[in-house]
C-alpha cells in the first residue's frame, strides 16, 4: 500500500472542548502522522471558499457560521491510504450512526458539530492541503 497525504480539520466544536489533542492521539494511534498543523481562525472568506462546493445546498450558510464560530486545526496527515484511513477513524458524518472507537462516536456532539472534517478522496486531499499550507509549512 502507498504511502499518501490526506487533509484533516479539527473542528470549532473539538478546539472549545480542548480536545484536539485527544483528536490527535486517534489519529496516530490509526497510523496516520501528522506533517503540517496549524491552529487558525478561519475568516468567513475562507469558509466560504473552502466549502464552495455545498453553496448551493441549505446547510451553506449555517455551515460556514460554525466553522469560523472558533479556532480549528487545519492538519496534514501521511500514511498507508491515508484518505481510507482517516476516514475510517472519523467514523459516519452523524455520530450516532458512527462505529465504536471512531473518532466522531467517541468525541463528537452532533451530525452538525461532528469533531473533524477529512478529504474525501486523493484528489479533493490535494487541493484542500494547497488552500491552506504552503508546500514550506509541509515538513514531514
Known amino acids: 500500500m502507498a ?5 484533516s480539520i479539527i473542528k470549532p466544536d473539538a478546539t472549545r472542548r480542548n480536545i484536539t ?3 490527535t492521539k486517534m489519529l496516530e494511534e490509526a ?3 501528522v506533517i503540517a498543523s496549524k491552529r487558525i481562525r478561519m475568516s468567513r472568506e475562507q469558509a466560504e ?3 464552495a462546493v455545498h453553496a ?5 450558510a449555517d455551515l460556514c457560521t460554525f466553522m469560523t464560530s472558533g479556532p480549528v486545526v487545519v492538519q496534514v496527515l501521511e500514511g498507508e491510504d491515508a484518505v481510507k484511513r482517516n476516514r475510517d477513524v472519523m467514523g459516519a458524518t452523524n455520530p450516532k450512526d458512527a462505529a465504536e472507537g ?3 462516536k467517541a468525541l463528537a456532539e452532533s451530525i452538525e458539530a461532528n469533531t473533524v472534517h477529512g478529504s474525501d478522496s486523493d484528489e479533493n486531499a490535494a487541493t484542500e492541503i494547497e488552500f491552506f499550507f504552503t508546500p514550506q509549512e509541509i515538513v514531514g
Open 3 to 7: 504511502v499518501t497525504r490526506t487533509f
Open 21 to 23: 489533542g485527544a483528536v
Open 56 to 60: 448551493e445546498r441549505p446547510f451553506f
Open 31 to 33: 497510523g496516520l502522522r
Open 102 to 104: 471512531t473518532i466522531r
Open 49 to 51: 471558499g473552502f466549502y
